[in-house]
């Protein structure tokens, strides 16, 4: 009796691993509805799409394409133009000139590369973590690739967004020459805050701080003297 269960129940297993290979079998060869067509141009018109529900193929953008429909968005134009006004003040102050040499540290997009290219700064420099050219390339800011005393001005708008802020400071001094100046834009801060910020550029002085609107945000901008290279 128990013989005959035995058998009975390795027949089953046997239907079973049976029936699970066939059926993978016929999975393996199927084609999935939401490919892409197989008439449909070859890359770089079309790319995989997203996932097994997304079967509507993309035209793909050149990255020329990308950036002239990113440029000419509203948010786009808005935040250059509100760079633009900030470093004109710049350039009234004597910080910035034509032949200045720039460093943007954290430059996202590249909003105030292209700004400070448009008013006629020759040599601008954007870097960030995740590169976006042509105005941004890929660089830690926290171990930046350039030798020291490389700029004139170097600028961040994102030190708040640092992970190591005492690192980023130093990286930012070590860049600028001697009696070059660093520009840092942080959210509305009081005085005592500044002096915080300000003991983070252990190399620079204090030139000047003061309360700004900019995109529709109240921030504290502060302009700092190298004293000397790191």
Excluded at 30 to 58: G, L, M, V, W
Excluded at 196 to 219: A, C, D, N, Q
Aim: net charge positive; proline share 4%; glycine share 4%.
């Amino acid at each position: 009796m128990e013989r005959h269960i035995e058998r009975v129940l390795n027949r089953v297993a046997l239907v079973s691993v049976s029936i699970a290979t066939l059926i993978l079998l016929y999975l393996l060869l199927q084609t999935p509805e939401t490919c892409i067509p197989r008439n449909a141009p070859r890359k770089p018109h079309f790319r995989f799409p997203k996932s097994s529900c997304d079967f509507y193929s993309r035209d793909y953008l050149p990255l020329h394409k990308k950036n002239t429909r990113l440029w000419s968005s509203k948010f786009w134009i808005t935040k250059v133009s509100s760079y633009t006004h900030f470093f004109t003040q710049l350039y009234q102050m004597g910080v910035l000139k034509n032949h200045s040499k720039v460093l943007c540290v954290s430059a996202g997009a590249g909003h105030e590369v292209m700004a400070l290219t448009k008013l006629g700064v020759e040599d601008v420099t954007g870097v960030e973590l995740i590169e976006s050219l042509p105005y941004v390339s890929r660089a830690d800011p926290h171990n930046l690739p350039f030798f020291d005393e490389a700029f004139d001005v170097a600028f961040t708008a994102h030190l708040e967004d640092a992970l190591y802020p005492l690192q980023y400071a130093r990286e930012m001094e070590r860049t600028v020459r001697k009696g070059g100046v660093l520009v840092v834009v942080v959210e509305e801060r009081s005085e005592d805050e500044v002096k915080e910020i300000v003991r983070l550029f252990r190399m620079s002085s204090l030139l000047h701080s003061s309360y700004l609107t900019f995109i529709g945000k109240r921030i504290t901008r502060i302009l700092l003297k190298n004293k000397a290279s790191a």
